[in-house]
């Protein structure tokens, strides 16, 4: 109920552009304030997290990091206040929450928010960070390993000193009898931690690097290590490995 409804699309970019990077900043502010968000406004980004789990078409997985991805931009753009919720609209029905079919027609705004232009870093930032800060590649372990090449890279491998912490091992999965995803949640705030301490190990304080291969599984880390845990200096690679190998930057496996 009262819920706003809006396609991934058009918070990222034209087709002629590589896929799932930001959009041009005066057309995410229209969106924005179309949907009658302020900066100060508090945010809840709702999605699907149900799906096929095939391993060549995990579906439900990038359903529920289009959530994060969403997020993050939103964050990107200045709002200040922005959730999301665990388990999606698949996980609130299951449970019997109340639902409506009524539609939700905002007031426009103009919205006035100040991009973090901290947040993201470009393909040559990474390339001048390497063995000097965190990079995290949240990948599958298969793909991080170089064992099957991502439709939307050049070429398999990951960026030299680059530390493997696959995103859907943050998840839960609640499956049916077909094994497709009824709905995921995320893992306890404590586990999270200590799955990413381990990765991180006592360079927490340090600048962190978070890519993968277009920029989905990257969202859900940055949302978790930054808004969820609190990491102080994260960053976010949205040309992710589709920008690095076609742009024949080193790989290493």
């Not at 502010?29 to 789990?53: P, Q």
């Not at 029905?93 to 928010?113: A, F, H, L, M, R």
């Amino acid at each position: 109920p009262d819920s706003e409804w809006f396609i991934n699309d058009p918070f990222t970019v034209p087709p002629n552009v590589p896929w799932m990077e930001m959009p041009p900043v005066n057309d995410l502010f229209a969106l924005i304030g179309g949907a009658g968000i302020t900066k100060d406004s508090c945010v809840v980004v709702v999605g699907s997290t149900s799906g096929l789990l095939l391993p060549e078409a995990p579906l439900a997985l990038y359903a529920t990091a289009t959530i994060t991805r969403v997020a993050i931009t939103l964050l990107y753009a200045g709002v200040r206040n922005v959730a999301i919720l665990d388990g999606g609209f698949d996980k609130w029905v299951y449970e019997g929450k109340p639902v409506s079919t009524e539609p939700v027609i905002p007031t426009p705004v103009t919205y006035d928010g100040k991009v973090n232009e901290e947040m993201l870093v470009s393909m040559d930032y990474v390339a001048s960070k390497i063995g000097k800060s965190v990079i995290i590649d949240c990948r599958d372990e298969g793909v991080y390993k170089c064992i099957g090449l991502e439709p939307w890279c050049a070429y398999v491998g990951h960026i030299p000193t680059a530390r493997n912490l696959p995103t859907p091992s943050l998840w839960d999965i609640k499956t049916d009898e077909s094994g497709n995803a009824v709905y995921i949640t995320y893992k306890s705030w404590l586990t999270l931690f200590i799955m990413t301490l381990k990765v991180i190990k006592w360079e927490w304080y340090k600048e962190i690097i978070v890519y993968c291969g277009v920029g989905g599984y990257a969202s859900t880390m940055y949302f978790i290590l930054k808004e969820v845990l609190r990491y102080p200096n994260v960053k976010f690679y949205d040309g992710s490995a589709q920008e690095w190998t076609h742009a024949d930057m080193p790989v290493e496996c």
